[in-house]
């Protein structure tokens, strides 16, 4: 193998969790990141680092009183963003019952929690949703009418033209008690 750079005696660390390759960096008094070229993103990637062996084994030391801290820590944040997701989700079912006020109480967290679910790349999830839009309110408590609220009108409609179903769903839906639907 040829020598190259004078970095022959430096071993490879792949990059990993918890802080090894800083600490190794950190220790070692010549270190070098290698790059790997990703043909998924077009571009050069971290893959590890060279550093000196006994740089090595001291982050390797000093990553396993490291790693249940970094455990803990990983905990937190996904407790913490379960917290935000499930204030999302009741602030939507909120914004659900100004825009539909005789909507049966209860139903509009379900409404929420099904349209705000996580990468499902539902309506609760889009711009619009973040935003607490009454577009996206609105189209929200249509899929769920959609979905949910089949009676033999809508099942027919549905086995005819596509517009007997729309129209079957907006009058379930201007049942749902929606501002609009009231003329104010």
Known sequence: MPVCADLD???FSRLRRCGANPAARKHSLLSAV?????????ALRAAGLLVEETALELAEDESVWLTPICGRR????????????????ERFAARIREAFPRIVAGRELKIAEHACLKYSGRI?????G???????????VIAHIRHNERT?????????????????????FTSFGSVGAQGS
């Not at 290698?34 to 077009?42: D, M, N």
């Not at 905990?75 to 917290?83: F, L, M, Q």
């Not at 973040?130 to 929200?140: C, F, G, S, T």
């Not at 099942?155 to 009058?171: F, I, K, L, M, Q």
Request: charged fraction near 40%.
């Open 9 to 11: 005696h430096l071993i």
């Open 34 to 42: 290698v790059l790997k070229w990703s043909r998924a993103r077009k």
């Open 74 to 89: 990983r905990e937190r944040e996904a407790e913490r963003r379960a917290e935000l997701d499930e204030t999302f989700v």
């Open 124 to 128: 609760g999830r889009s711009a619009l």
């Open 130 to 140: 973040k935003k607490m839009d009454e577009q996206a309110v609105r189209l929200a």
């Open 152 to 172: 033999m009108t809508n099942c027919s409609a549905e086995a005819g033209r596509r517009s007997d179903a729309r129209r079957a769903v907006a009058d379930v």
